[in-house]
């Protein structure tokens, strides 16, 4: 998750692109979304983790200094696989609550039918960031755990999706997803 992160939002757009299509047509992958798997491995395998996390606070700053790619589609992915990233080790990632209620609404429009069919009837509500989606009753969770849900994310300790679930106290993030 840590070298899919680097690559995805620390290569220039150009770069980027070429890396997908020449990787795809070179794997014969039907589907271009196997090509970042295997750009992913191939950064991971290729660099240090320390290295990935020193390239990851570079990239940081960049963002921070309003270079390269800035859109919402880059806030989505720093989110989402930086709570994928998270999960392995137990780790916590603090992202501001509009960070999040802006990747939740984005996360809610781009769902699988079976979480949108969720959101027809219940609303997912990130209590510690104070937001929500959907209609209907509400199952209350974190903003991680709701997040984790709408893109089909699994808790660590894999097993089936279950439903939101607030945090026990002193229990590790990220919750139940």
């Known amino acids: 998750a ?31 979304m196997a090509s970042f798997d295997d750009i992913a491995h191939e950064r991971a395998a290729a660099l240090s983790g320390w290295d990935l996390v020193g390239e990851l606070r570079l990239i940081a700053e960049d963002k921070r200094a309003g270079r390269g790619r800035t859109n ?5 992915e720093v989110v989402v696989h930086g709570f994928d990233a998270a999960h392995p080790s137990g780790l916590h990632v603090p992202f501001a609550a509009t960070t999040t209620q802006s990747v939740g609404r984005q996360a809610a429009a781009l769902a699988k039918p079976r979480v949108k ?5 219940r609303t997912m509500l990130a209590a510690d960031d104070g937001w ?11 903003a991680e755990s709701v997040i984790l849900y709408l893109t089909g994310r699994r808790s660590p300790g894999g097993g089936r999706s279950r439903v939101l679930a ?12």
Do not use: C, K, M, Y
Request: aromatic share 4%; net charge positive; no cysteine.
């Open 2 to 32: 840590v070298a899919h992160l680097a690559w995805r939002v620390g290569t220039p757009s150009a770069q980027l692109a070429g890396d997908v299509v020449r990787t795809t047509i070179s794997a014969r992958h039907l589907n271009p």
């Open 72 to 76: 919402p589609g880059e806030l989505f």
């Open 117 to 121: 069919l969720a959101l027809r009837s």
């Open 132 to 142: 929500s989606v959907g209609r209907g009753p509400v199952i209350e969770g974190t």
């Open 166 to 177: 607030p945090l026990a106290p002193g229990a590790p993030n990220p919750g139940v997803a």
